[in-house]
Antibody, heavy 123, light 109 residues
């Protein structure tokens, strides 16, 4: 059974750093892209970026480039989303999701999702 | 402002059929497959449709998807109260970035 289990809710102050984790199991980690998706309070889904654990290839949304770092650790089949200096506007729920599809075919979709991690940034 | 345009809300009575549209452009929907997601209140999204019209195992046949040109449609028949949720379309664009629609809230009257 494919599972993506995320770390727990966080409350941080502006300027602090944070790393959210997404522990995966039930499949070959290095063979699938893992994406991060943000949902701000009362708003829709926004794609932040993907990481391919096999070679650490990383793609970012132009809207999020420079605002967070996506990475993966093959040894523990875990993906990460990290901030060095949080802002109040980073408040939201962050989901990791495993992609499935064929490279170059435009067929990728978000097949399995983590339960979400609520990040609250407030002074 | 989302790249893909969905109606903010739709509603219908139990047992009825409802459709949700998703409008894009030649660089996203026109060139790539569309997927649809259901997000029940306070839960993570779940895929309903992928590659325009395919259903993952476990998704009832009441849910169907289609695509024509730069638009896609999700149809739900035999509406149930448990279908009340937010629905999102998604695809990719020419710069290999994913884009979501703004979401549609379905109310079952």
């Amino acid at each position: 059974e494919v599972q993506l289990v995320q770390s727990g809710a966080e409350v941080k102050k502006p300027g602090e750093s944070l790393r959210v984790s997404c522990k995966t199991s039930g499949y070959t980690f290095i063979n699938y892209w893992v994406a991060w998706v943000r949902q701000m309070p009362g708003r829709g889904l926004e794609w932040m970026g993907n990481v391919y654990p096999g070679d650490s290839d990383t793609r970012y949304s132009p809207s999020f480039r420079g605002q967070g770092t996506i990475s993966a650790d093959k040894s523990i089949t875990t993906a990460y989303l990290q901030w060095n200096s949080l802002k109040a506007s980073d408040t939201g729920i962050y989901y990791c999701a495993r992609l499935r599809g064929s490279y170059g075919s435009g067929s990728y979709f978000f097949e399995f999702w983590g339960q979400g991690t609520l990040v609250t940034v407030s002074s | 402002q989302s790249v893909l345009t969905q109606p903010p809300s739709v509603s219908a009575a139990p047992g009825q059929r409802v459709t949700i549209s998703c409008s894009g452009s030649s660089s996203n929907i026109g060139s790539n497959y569309v997927s649809w997601y259901q997000q029940l209140p306070r839960t993570a999204p779940k895929v309903l449709i992928y590659e325009n019209n395919k259903r993952p195992s476990g998704i009832p046949g009441r849910f169907s998807g289609s695509k024509s040109g730069t638009s896609a449609t999700l149809a739900i028949t035999g509406l149930q109260t448990g279908d009340e949720a937010d629905y999102y379309c998604a695809t990719w664009d020419s710069s290999l970035t994913a884009v979501f629609g703004g979401g549609t809230r379905l109310t079952v009257l």
